[in-house]
């Protein structure tokens, strides 16, 4: 038989609009994967369906409506054109394999993506979800849901799985030219945060490499910048509940800055392959008029990777790597 090989790319996921009614439904898929929340079903299912999602789906919803944009979601615009322009780049460097595009939540779903490989006569397959840094409630959960499309097949694909690439030379290296070029055309801040989205602290206890991946990309990047030790940090945001999740947390951090004398602050964040709502409006946002709110006095954000051309040729190192 020949083996054909096809790339699907994935990510988390966003709602289909910024409604309550979509987000609702985008948040009980989401927070229902036990590899996001891992408590015992008794205790979670009653407080998800009868308190979280009634009470946070429109606050949430209104979050969304302020940065949506007139291509939908930014998540999704950015990851299709991502897709397009890693299929091409494939196709300069001499690779002509279909790249599919998918979400662990919502659409496109894990099933669409493959179906529409698999129509193409793809029998072999490489995952490369867009984390860098590898955990239990991402990566992981990537894992899962292939496994529940595949339940259904009676030919079975090869498959590789790209469980991370937080330490990649091209990765750190397209992280370090983004700065550099946003401080060539906006100026240098007192201080760079590198903001991580945090698990809780126990998932570390237990196995999960994630906070140390993140730990290791932010000295890295540090290195490659030639920043030295005071004008740099990492922190972790967008904690969720009661439990105690990896620390420093972004918000305390920021507040607390302009007290130790940086009053202008850039801020960049390396888990994000691409711009959502954690990275726009939760640092942009938010964070901004914390920063500002306690002394500071300008706040720069910049933006992930999303189809800058370093990034999506780091992802075809990546897929050639497998491919060889």
Known sequence: MTTKTGILLVNLGTPAAPTTAAVKAFLRQFLHDHRVVDLPRSLWCPLLHFIILPTRSPKVAKLYQSIWTADGSPLMAISVRQRTALELEL??????????????????????????????????????????????????????????VMKSERNLPVMRLIRDYHAHPEYIQALAQSVRRYWEQQGQGDHLLMSFHGIPERYEREGDPYGQQCRHTAALLAAELGLETGRWSITFQSRFGKEEWLKPYTDETVAALPGKGVKRLDVVCPAFAADCLETLEEIDGQNRELFMEHGGEAFHYIPSLNDSAAHIRMMVSLICRELA
Not at 103 to 128: A, C, D, F, H
């Open 91 to 148: 196709k300069r460097e001499g690779v002509d394999v279909p790249v599919a595009l998918a979400m662990t939540y919502g659409s496109p779903s894990m099933e669409s993506g493959w179906q529409q490989l698999k129509s193409q006569g793809v029998n072999r397959v490489i995952i490369l979800p867009l984390y860098p840094q590898y955990s239990v409630s991402t990566t992981a959960s990537v894992f899962d849901a292939w496994a529940r």
